[in-house]
């Protein structure tokens, strides 16, 4: 049974920073697109970024490139959000997301990844 938790959020004032994670079992993350999404109150679940295998590397939404880090540790099976400069338009349930994927693609949809987590609340206040 794959899981994928999440962990990091909380509150934070505007221009700060946070750093999410996202620890995976039951799959192999190395064999997998890994991706951070967000979704906003009343509204849809937005891709922000990933980690495509092999030679993709990272790559982001144009709305936090500059501003987010994603990184992975295949070994701790683990994938990480470095969020900084942080705005109040920032807030949402972010979640975590994987796409077996063994050719270094790249995936922006919701529809396209797998499995899910639960997801983490981040709070920016201004």
């Known amino acids: 049974q794959v899981t994928l938790v999440e962990s990091g959020g909380g509150m934070v004032q505007a221009g700060g920073s946070l750093r999410l994670s996202c620890t995976a079992s039951?799959?192999?993350?190395?064999?997998?697109?890994m991706a951070w999404f967000r979704q906003a109150p009343g509204k849809e679940r937005d891709f922000l970024s990933g980690?495509?295998?092999?030679?993709?590397?990272?790559y982001y939404a144009d709305f936090v490139r500059g501003r987010f880090t994603i990184s992975r540790d295949n070994a701790k099976s683990a994938v990480y959000l470095q969020m900084n400069s942080l705005r109040p338009d920032d807030t949402g349930v972010y979640y975590c997301a994987a796409k077996h994927d063994r050719f270094g693609q790249f995936y922006y949809t919701r529809a396209e990844f797998d499995f899910w987590g639960q997801g983490t609340q981040v709070t920016v206040s201004s």
């Open positions: 980690h495509s295998w092999g030679g993709g590397g990272a």
């Open positions: 039951g799959l192999t993350v190395g064999n997998y697109v």
